[in-house]
T-cell receptor
Framework: KAGVTQTPRYLIKTRGQQVTLSCSPISGHRSVSWYQQTPGQGLQFLFEYFSETQRNKGNFPGRFSGRQFSNSRSEMNVSTLELGDSALYLC?????????????FGPGTRLTVL | KQEVTQIPAALSVPEGENLVLNCSFTDSAIYNLQWFRQDPGKGLTSLLLIQSSQREQTSGRLNASLDKSSGRSTLYIAASQPGDSATYLCAVNGGNTDKLIFGTGTRLQVFP
């Protein structure tokens, strides 16, 4: 069974631009969660989508948004990029709501904002 | 607010040693706890998942225990190898937050 995939793996953007990251969960998994990892803040929860609905949200500004499609694939969008948005963005999938099930992570997208 | 702490922050040991990584959390109302491994610049690999009703889980040379009432978990690595060098993260799931809350990790180096 294929694991969680994320595209692209690397991105370089400039301040003020916007970016869209994609995550394909493990087949049959209905929940996708997104996390931001930085050296200073560690791993922080962004949001979770379950059956195309945002189920949970972390403490990030409205510039961070996401959505989930009917095939459970998810996208995350960051608008008006800031230098501090440079990070490794990880997505994780689980069979059901993330509070109960084991989560499986993708390789991440490394975003660099110049 | 759930807080997860991992001690030590870094650890360097010679090959063959048995070692223990510690994880503590402040809110004992959790569904489960996961241990992950992360290689530099890579994603997270799930090592072990312990449900709140369980006391321990084993996978190969790894053994994780959970004492929910005291808010502690340990990851025991037997006969460490250079390939075990990575950052190890614990994360608690559920309770009042209903999402994974991560510790800051323990960076492990095993030298030959």
């Amino acid at each position: 069974k294929a694991g969680v995939t994320q595209t692209p793996r690397y991105l370089i953007k400039t301040r003020g631009q916007q970016v869209t990251l994609s995550c394909s969960p493990i087949s049959g998994h209905r929940s996708v969660s997104w996390y931001q990892q930085t050296p200073g803040q560690g791993l922080q929860f962004l949001f979770e989508y379950f059956s195309e609905t945002q189920r949970n949200k972390g403490n990030f500004p409205g510039r961070f948004s996401g959505r989930q499609f009917s095939n459970s694939r998810s996208e995350m969008n960051v608008s008006t990029l800031e230098l501090g948005d440079s990070a490794l963005y990880l997505c994780a999938s689980s069979p059901g709501a993330s509070g109960i099930y084991e989560q499986f992570f993708g390789p991440g997208t490394r975003l660099t904002v110049l | 607010k759930q807080e997860v702490t991992q001690i030590p922050a870094a650890l360097s040991v010679p090959e063959g040693e048995n070692l223990v990584l510690n994880c503590s959390f402040t809110d004992s109302a959790i569904y489960n706890l996961q241990w992950f491994r992360q290689d530099p610049g890579k994603g997270l690999t799930s090592l072990l998942l312990i449900q709140s009703s369980q006391r321990e889980q084993t996978s190969g040379r790894l053994n994780a225990s959970l004492d929910k009432s005291s808010g502690r978990s340990t990851l025991y690595i037997a006969a460490s190898q250079p390939g075990d060098s990575a950052t190890y993260l614990c994360a608690v799931n559920g309770g009042n937050t209903d999402k994974l809350i991560f510790g800051t990790g323990t960076r492990l180096q095993v030298f030959p």
